[in-house]
């Protein structure tokens, strides 16, 4: 068994939804050795999400910001607001989506499909840093 865990920091972005399958891979180039497996990649923040989804058309990206914005738009009635009015939004949307994703490991590559790719969803207006641990666990 071959157990390999670490720490990325991802670029800095501001709201939106951004594919980074390839950022993720960039850093774990250790996956080439995995036979058989699972990665399991964790976001370390309450207002960002992780989505797996549409690679190859950036308007599912759009539709999708678009839709949570509409299903929890950034308002004044919540409670929550110390860091601004789109600081509880950016919770919720994260509760929504989830925070983390485990995609299965087949000859040292990501066994998804043609049309999918890594979503990093940023739910806050101005940029953050974001950090995920990737833990990858399987065989050689």
Same mark, same amino acid.
């Given at each position: 068994?071959?157990?390999i865990?670490?720490? %990325?920091? !991802? &670029?800095?972005r $501001?709201?939106?939804?951004y *594919?980074?399958?390839s ?8 996956i080439k050795d995995?036979?058989?497996g699972?990665?399991? %990649?964790? !976001? &370390?923040?309450? $207002?960002?999400?992780?989505? *797996? ?5 950036a308007d599912v990206?759009?539709?999708m910001?678009n839709?949570?914005d509409?299903?929890v738009p950034n ?5 929550h ?16 989506l989830?925070?983390s994703l485990?995609i299965?490991?087949?000859d ?5 499909g043609?049309?999918?790719g ?9 940029p953050?840093?974001?950090?995920v641990v990737?833990?990858?666990i399987?065989?050689?």
């Amino acid at each position: 068994m071959i157990f390999i865990q670490k720490e %990325i920091k !991802l &670029k800095s972005r $501001s709201k939106g939804i951004y *594919l980074i399958t390839s950022e993720i891979l960039s850093e774990i180039p250790e996956i080439k050795d995995i036979r058989s497996g699972l990665v399991n %990649i964790f !976001l &370390k923040h309450t $207002s960002a999400s992780l989505s *797996l989804n549409e690679n190859a058309s950036a308007d599912v990206r759009t539709d999708m910001e678009n839709f949570l914005d509409k299903l929890v738009p950034n308002e004044n009635y919540f409670l929550h607001n110390y860091e601004g009015k789109d600081d509880m939004p950016a919770h919720i949307k994260t509760s929504l989506l989830g925070n983390s994703l485990t995609i299965p490991v087949t000859d040292g590559k990501l066994n998804i499909g043609t049309w999918q790719g890594i979503y990093l969803c940023e739910h806050r207006i101005h940029p953050h840093r974001r950090d995920v641990v990737v833990t990858i666990i399987g065989t050689d």
